[in-house]
């Protein structure tokens, strides 16, 4: 149910302007009405005709690039979206990232990273409202806490 409501309703203006899960709605169903009418999603993945090089090239300045998904999410839809993975078009399939657009076409350089080594995947065993709590600050911990700079903490 709550499917079929975002489905009909998240491109809406009055939606995409007053509840902000719609911005982060990919439909695989409307993908022209997504680039079209979504506010946030399309433009910081640079999924427009006219792209921001700005994006890709700040992107291009990391050092590494850090994707992480939990397996056993039931929030994130689709929850492999952690690491840009998305339905397929007219499809509920999931497409894994390095044949997606958003990793062939290089939108905001995810192929450049990868390229160079600064592409890095991990996958946590949490559900999504466990984040804060253990085991996943230990998952982050073990895995993600390095790659932050430490002279900053």
């Avoid at 695989?28 to 006219?50: G, S, V």
């Avoid at 994006?55 to 397996?71: C, E, G, H, Q, W």
């Avoid at 689709?78 to 999931?94: A, R, T, V």
């Avoid at 949490?126 to 903490?153: A, C, G, V, W, Y």
């Amino acid at each position: 149910y709550i499917r079929e409501l975002i489905t009909k309703y998240a491109y809406e203006k009055q939606i995409q302007n007053r509840i902000s899960i719609s911005n982060y709605w990919r439909d695989p169903t409307q993908l022209n009405k997504y680039i079209t009418d979504c506010h946030f999603l399309p433009d910081i993945n640079n999924e427009h005709e006219i792209r921001n090089e700005t994006y890709r090239i700040n992107m291009l300045k990391l050092n590494a690039f850090v994707m992480t998904y939990s397996d056993i999410d039931e929030v994130v839809t689709p929850k492999e979206s952690g690491w840009f993975m998305d339905y397929i078009s007219q499809s509920l399939n999931i497409e894994t990232w390095n044949n997606s657009r958003q990793f062939l076409e290089d939108l905001i350089g995810m192929r450049t990273l990868w390229e160079q080594g600064k592409l890095y995947t991990f996958i946590s065993h949490t559900r999504h409202q466990d984040t804060p709590h253990l085991p996943n600050r230990e998952f982050f911990m073990k895995n993600i806490l390095s790659f932050f700079n430490n002279t900053l903490l």
